[in-house]
């Protein structure tokens, strides 16, 4: 037989401790091999666990049931399992509450409990079970301080009441003033021109080709090769 008792002090107050030793998941995350499995409709659950004993590492399945006693913040939890090959059975019972620590927001975490085994494995991983409940302890509290501590406030420039509708992030507000209020000083930039303005030039281009002055001198412009045809024909009918 196995005996487990532990007295775990946490810097965090009684209820934050409560809320994450009560959830089975969270429990469970703190646990180094452990898993949890479905659950059942009598409120009981299926989780493994992964235990090394030196050179050999045992995974053991087993049926869970957790009873929890909220006003109080006790609980008892009791579990029934084997390992993967049958060949070691167990069963377990530890019961654990949740106090106020020495100092103001600081709490303590007492479990007393016991585990029995039957069949090849068990002298073996009694033999070893004081190193090994050690280390798991170590680890386990490490993970209950880190899930229990506060989560950190958010900075004030940050925080959700800063940006209200009526009030846009600094970015937001600096791109808006200058598009409302631009510089008026600054040289306007000419708008582009559309496709109006083009055929406005176009159509007024065509009116000044047309003009009195334009048509004259169109036949002096063809006058010269006029008659340097007519020569080349004269010649060539002197020819």
């Keep these: 037989m196995i005996s487990i008792t532990e007295d775990i002090p946490v810097p965090s107050p009684p209820e934050r401790v409560w809320e994450v030793i009560s959830d089975p998941s969270a429990v469970v995350s703190c646990i180094g ?3 949890l499995g479905p659950s059942h409709d009598d409120g009981s659950f299926d989780g493994t666990l992964a235990i090394r004993f030196g050179g050999l590492r045992v995974k053991f399945a087993a049926r869970v049931s957790l009873d929890l006693d909220e006003a109080a913040h006790e609980g008892r939890l009791t579990a029934r399992g084997a390992d993967g090959q049958g060949a070691t059975r167990f069963s377990a019972g ?10 103001p927001g600081t709490s303590r975490v007492f479990c007393d409990g016991e585990i029995k085994l039957n069949g090849k494995l068990a002298k073996l991983i009694e033999s070893g079970a004081g190193m090994v409940v050690s280390r798991m302890t170590k680890e386990f509290t490490d993970q209950l301080v880190q899930r229990c501590a506060p989560t950190a406030e958010p ?7 800063s940006l209200t509708a009526d009030s846009p992030a600094p970015a937001v507000a600096a ?39 334009r048509q004259q001198s ?17 010649q060539g009918g002197r020819r």
Excluded: H, I, K
């Excluded at 530890?94 to 100092?103: I, N």
């Excluded at 900075?155 to 009441?161: C, L, Q, T, V, Y």
């Design 94 to 103: 530890a019961a654990f509450r949740v106090v106020e620590g020495d100092t």
């Design 155 to 161: 900075r004030e420039d940050a925080s959700p009441e």
């Design 33 to 35: 091999g452990a898993e």
């Design 218 to 234: 169109q036949p002096q412009a063809t006058g010269p090769s006029e008659n340097t045809s007519g020569e080349a024909l004269g």
């Design 175 to 213: 791109t808006v003033e200058r598009v409302e209020a631009p510089d008026v000083g600054a040289r306007p930039v000419p708008p582009r021109p559309s496709g109006l303005f083009a055929r406005l030039r176009a159509w007024w281009a065509g009116r000044r080709s047309r003009r009195p002055g």
